[in-house]
C-alpha cells in the first residue's frame, strides 16, 4: 500500500482512540516486521499533536516448537515494559496479547492497539462508530445471561455456565484508558465457568483453525465435560489438532476458554485465501460466526494460561442465551445487532 495512504488510514484510526494533543503515543515493533506500520502511526500521532516514540525489539529467535501465545518480546525486559507503561497509548505491533507484560501496561491505564494484519485488510474493515454500537448492544446482553447454549445441524449441542467471567468486545479501536482491541475485529465474548462447559462440539468442513489458518476439512467431535475436552475423535483434522494440544505437555491446553460470535458484515468467511500474511482476525468477526476458544482464559481473569490456544469460528451454528435465540443457522436475529440493511 502506498505510505501516504497507509499514514491516512493511521490518522483516522487514532483519530476513533480518540488520541488527541499532549498525549504520548509508543509504537512497539520487533526486527523488520510492520515497519511500513510503525512509520504510519508514527506520522499519525503527530498529525494529531501527540508525543510519540517507536521501541524496535530485537527480532525473535524461533526454537522451532510450537506456537505460543503469552510469550513476548518484552519479556524480562522491565526498563522497556516501564517506558510503555508511561504512554498514553501502545500501537501493539508484535502481538502481545496473553502476556503478563499486556497486563502490567493495561494496570497502567494505557490503553492498546494490536495491528499485526495486512494493511489492505486494515482498510477495508477501517472501524466505525455505528459496528461499535452494535457490537457494544451484543455486549450488554451477553453480559446479563447466565447459560449459553450452542447447536448445529453437524450435531453441536454444548452448554456454557456464564456470570463467572466479564464480557469483552472487540471493535478495531480504543478510546479508554487500559483498554485493549485488535484492529480489525467485531465480535464480543466471554467465558464459560471453569467446570461448567458440557456438551458436544462438532466441527464441520469450512469451520476454521486459528493458529493453523486453515479450513476444517473433515468433520471433528470433540467431548467436553466440565469445563475440559475430553475426547477429540474424526479424520486428519482431528489427529491434527490432538497432536498440536499434545505437544504443549500440558493438561489445561484442553480447557474451554472463550465463546461469542461475530458482527462484521464486511469480513469475509474465505478471507484465509486472500490474506495469508495475517492471524485471522477477519474470520474471527465475519458476520454470524460462533467462535469458541480452547486454552488460557487469563485475558477475562481466569486462571488458564497455557501456552495452548485455538480460535475456532464455527458457521451456519445456532446460539441462545437464556433460551433466547442470538445467532439462528448463521443469521444474526436481534435488530439492533444486525447492519441498517439488515433490519
Known amino acids: 500500500?502506498?505510505?501516504?495512504?497507509?499514514?491516512?488510514?493511521?490518522?483516522?484510526?487514532?483519530?476513533?482512540?480518540?488520541?488527541?494533543?499532549g498525549e504520548t503515543v509508543?509504537?512497539?515493533?520487533?526486527?523488520?516486521?510492520?515497519?511500513?506500520?510503525?512509520?504510519?502511526?508514527?506520522?499519525?500521532?503527530?498529525?494529531l499533536g501527540a508525543n510519540t516514540f517507536h521501541m524496535r525489539l530485537p527480532s525473535a529467535r524461533g526454537d522451532g516448537g510450537a506456537w505460543a501465545v503469552g510469550q513476548s518480546g518484552l519479556a524480562g525486559n522491565q526498563v522497556a515494559v516501564d517506558a510503555l507503561k508511561q504512554s498514553d497509548m501502545l500501537i501493539d505491533l508484535t502481538f502481545l496479547l496473553f502476556s503478563k507484560e499486556q497486563f502490567e501496561i493495561q494496570g497502567a491505564d494505557t490503553r492498546i492497539l494490536t495491528v499485526v494484519e495486512p494493511p489492505e485488510l486494515l482498510s477495508r474493515l477501517m472501524p466505525t462508530r455505528e459496528l461499535r454500537e452494535r457490537v457494544e448492544y451484543g455486549a450488554e446482553l451477553l453480559s446479563k445471561?447466565?447459560?449459553?447454549?450452542?447447536?448445529?445441524?453437524?450435531?453441536?449441542?454444548?452448554t456454557y455456565k456464564l456470570g463467572v467471567y466479564p464480557t469483552m468486545s472487540?471493535?478495531?479501536?480504543?478510546?479508554?484508558?487500559?483498554?485493549?482491541?485488535?484492529?480489525?475485529?467485531?465480535?464480543?465474548?466471554?467465558?464459560?465457568a471453569d467446570d461448567g462447559v458440557d456438551g458436544t462440539i462438532?466441527?464441520?468442513?469450512?469451520?476454521?483453525?486459528?493458529?493453523?489458518n486453515t479450513y476444517v476439512q473433515t468433520p471433528v467431535t470433540l467431548k467436553i465435560e466440565k469445563g475440559f475436552i475430553t475426547d477429540i475423535s474424526g479424520g486428519l483434522d482431528a489427529e491434527l489438532l490432538s497432536s498440536y494440544i499434545a505437544s504443549f505437555d500440558d493438561p489445561r491446553g484442553y480447557g474451554m476458554s472463550h465463546v461469542g460470535w461475530g458482527l462484521d458484515e464486511r469480513a469475509h468467511w474465505h478471507g484465509l485465501t486472500q490474506f495469508p500474511g495475517g492471524m485471522g482476525m477477519e474470520?474471527?468477526?465475519?458476520?454470524?460466526?460462533?467462535?469458541?476458544?480452547?486454552?488460557?482464559?487469563?485475558?477475562?481473569?481466569?486462571?488458564?494460561?497455557?501456552?495452548?490456544?485455538?480460535?475456532?469460528?464455527m458457521r451456519n451454528c445456532s446460539l441462545y442465551l437464556d433460551d433466547e435465540p442470538i445467532v439462528v443457522d448463521g443469521d444474526i436475529t436481534v435488530p439492533e445487532m444486525r447492519p441498517t440493511g439488515r433490519r
Open 145 to 158: 445471561a447466565k447459560t449459553m447454549r450452542i447447536t448445529s445441524p453437524a450435531g453441536t449441542d454444548v
Open 170 to 192: 472487540e471493535y478495531g479501536y480504543t478510546d479508554t484508558p487500559g483498554r485493549w482491541d485488535h484492529w480489525p475485529a467485531a465480535f464480543v465474548f466471554t467465558g464459560g
Open 1 to 21: 500500500m502506498d505510505q501516504n495512504n497507509l499514514n491516512d488510514m493511521c490518522v483516522r484510526q487514532l483519530s476513533l482512540s480518540g488520541v488527541r494533543d
Open 202 to 212: 462438532v466441527l464441520s468442513p469450512g469451520d476454521v483453525l486459528l493458529p493453523f
Open 283 to 313: 474470520l474471527r468477526s465475519f458476520y454470524g460466526n460462533v467462535m469458541f476458544s480452547i486454552g488460557p482464559n487469563n485475558e477475562l481473569g481466569g486462571p488458564n494460561d497455557t501456552p495452548c490456544h485455538f480460535d475456532i469460528p
Open 26 to 47: 509508543a509504537v512497539l515493533s520487533q526486527g523488520e516486521e510492520r515497519s511500513d506500520l510503525a512509520d504510519a502511526f508514527l506520522f499519525a500521532a503527530q498529525e
